[in-house]
Every structure is written in C-alpha cells, then in structure tokens.
C-alpha cells in the first residue's frame, strides 16, 4: 500500500510527516548532538517558516491530536477524579 501526501508517494514514516508538514521533523525537534550554533540557525528558520505561515501551529497540532487519537485513544480519556476529603478542624491564623 502507498501513502500519498499532496501527491507525493511517502516512501516511509518519516517521509509522510515531512509531507503532511511541509518541513523536515527535525527543524522542530532538532538533532542529538547538534551544535549551539546550529540549534540558533533551526530555530530562526523555524520562527521565519512560522512568521510566513502562522496558521501551521494549528495544523501541527490537529495532525498530532489527530494520530495520537488513533494510536493511543486512552490519552484523551477524560475520567473525573475522585472528591478530596474534608479537612478535620480549622486552619487558624497566625499573628
């Protein structure tokens, strides 16, 4: 079976998201053992890429709601926490 993003044939996992995307992973996560010189360039290039599409955060975001809804749905299970007990006896100021 083959992915397709924008028409695109995805070879692997890594390639679909940088499709879907519209950018390499590691520009937002960047690489171990980069240096402090290439951490600065990463994320000037990724506050550029964000000043020229700001809408991106959000489709970042829905993709990565979307696919952890699909492989890990217990994360988004909402269960209400049990009530606390009462505290016994006033707290009183201290002067």
């Known amino acids: 079976m083959r992915a397709y993003v924008c028409g695109q044939v995805a ?5 679909f998201i940088e499709l879907a ?4 992973p590691e520009l937002w996560l960047g690489v171990e ?5 290439d951490r600065t360039a ?4 990724a ?11 959000d489709r970042v975001s ?3 709601a979307r696919a952890i809804e699909e492989r890990t749905p217990e994360l988004f299970t909402v269960r209400q926490l049990p009530a606390r007990p ?5 707290r009183k100021a201290v002067a």
């Open 47 to 57: 506050r550029d890429i964000l000043a020229d599409d700001p809408e991106l955060v």
């Open 42 to 45: 990463r994320l000037a290039a």
């Open 86 to 90: 009462a505290r016994c006896g006033a």
């Open 21 to 24: 995307l519209g950018t390499p």
């Open 62 to 64: 829905a993709v990565a």
């Open 11 to 15: 070879a692997n996992i890594e390639e």
């Open 33 to 37: 053992g980069e240096s402090s010189e």
